[in-house]
């Protein structure tokens, strides 16, 4: 069974830093585009970050661009996303998501449950 | 504010047809496939439909999907309280270099 499984969500002061981890089972990760979601509390989903399966492409909204950084480690079987300079909108539950895994690119088919960063001071 | 603009709420009864639009522009959903994602409260989202109208495995055949121009929808047939949920739409936009998700449409089975 493929299984996502983040963590490293927390309480943060604004202009702190965070470092969020994805675990990923049951699946060939390296072969996979991984990406990013969060959703703030009572909101909508607002896609984050994207890396390809080769680490040759990194790609992010442009509300976080320059403050985060998606990375993978393919023999951990494991995503991070760095979050730095973090501000009160950052607020979220940040889930994890495959691209691709089954039903072609573009299609976020497997989701973790979510790890959730409160921004505040 | 989204890119993709989807209505704030839907509603129908058991057994009705209802049809969510998603409205966005030449750099996304003209050009890019669209997705569709299925949220219950305090769940994790969960893939409803790809590549504009192809269903994943063990989603009902209720469930459709199709794009004109610049537009998609999503169509539920054969209305069910267990449909009540909230639904986006997401695609690629070219402009962006980025995903864009709809804002959103809770739908309600009155």
């Known amino acids: 069974e493929v299984q996502l499984v983040e963590s490293g969500g927390g309480l943060v002061k604004p202009g702190g830093s965070l470092r969020l981890s994805c675990a990923a089972s049951?699946?060939?990760?390296?072969?996979?585009?991984m990406n990013w979601v969060r959703q703030a509390p009572g909101k909508g989903l607002e896609w984050v970050s994207s890396i390809s399966g080769n680490r040759d492409y990194t790609y992010y909204a442009p509300s976080v661009r320059g403050r985060f950084t998606i990375s993978r480690d393919d023999a951990g079987n494991s995503l991070s996303l760095h979050l730095n300079s973090l501000r009160a909108e950052d607020t979220a539950l940040y889930y994890c998501?495959?691209?691709?895994?089954?039903?072609?690119?573009?299609?976020?088919?497997?989701w973790g449950q979510g790890t959730m960063v409160t921004v505040s001071s | 504010q989204s890119v993709l603009t989807q209505p704030p709420s839907a509603s129908g009864t058991p057994g009705q047809r209802v049809t969510i639009s998603c409205s966005g522009g030449s750099s996304n959903i003209g050009s890019n496939t669209v997705t569709w994602y299925q949220q219950f409260p305090g769940t994790a989202p969960k893939l409803l439909m790809y590549?504009?109208?192809q269903r994943p495995s063990g989603v009902p055949d209720r469930f459709s999907g199709s794009k004109s121009g610049t537009s998609a929808s999503l169509a539920i047939s054969g209305l069910q309280s267990q449909d009540e949920a909230d639904y986006y739409c997401a695609a690629w936009d070219d402009s962006l270099s980025a995903v864009i998700f709809g804002g959103g449409t809770k739908l309600t089975v009155l």
């Open positions: 049951g699946l060939t990760f390296s072969s996979y585009s």
């Open positions: 998501a495959t691209d691709g895994y089954i039903y072609g690119d573009g299609a976020f088919d497997i």
């Open positions: 590549n504009y109208n």
